[in-house]
């Protein structure tokens, strides 16, 4: 059994900022790629990404406001997120690639999501 659990979402002003983080946990081999993904009515984008070696890309609409980071160790991805606008309010779910324990196959995992709201 493989889980993912985040935190970190929550209500902030324009200008603000936030982190999430996502920490998997269970009968884990190996985690490949990471990624954030956010869901807005009608609309569901990757908004970052980073691979098992560390390579990363963003959404236009994010790029240089926020930024991807993993720690191998912990197993656990972060979205560092500043200057946020209204327009990034979302349900904001992780994602990751893992080999479990036991088989030699990649299986994608989500987070249960966490609400992130930016208020004008």
């Known amino acids: 059994q493989v889980q993912l659990v985040e935190s970190g979402g929550g209500l902030v002003q324009a200008g603000g900022s936030l982190r999430l983080s996502c920490a998997a946990s269970g009968s884990i081999f190996s985690i490949n790629n990471m990624g954030w993904y956010r869901q807005a009515p009608g609309k569901r984008e990757l908004v970052a990404h980073i691979?098992?070696?560390?390579?990363?890309n963003y959404a236009d609409s994010v790029k240089g406001r926020f930024t991807i980071s993993r720690d191998n160790a912990r197993n656990t991805v972060y979205l560092q997120m500043n200057s946020l606008k209204p327009e990034d309010t979302a349900v904001y779910y992780c994602?990751?690639?893992?080999?479990?324990?036991?088989?030699?196959?990649?299986?994608?995992?989500w987070g249960q999501g966490t609400q992130v709201t930016v208020s004008s």
């Open positions: 691979s098992d070696g560390g390579s990363t």
């Open positions: 994602n990751m690639v893992i080999v479990p324990i036991g088989t030699y196959y990649p299986r994608s995992y």
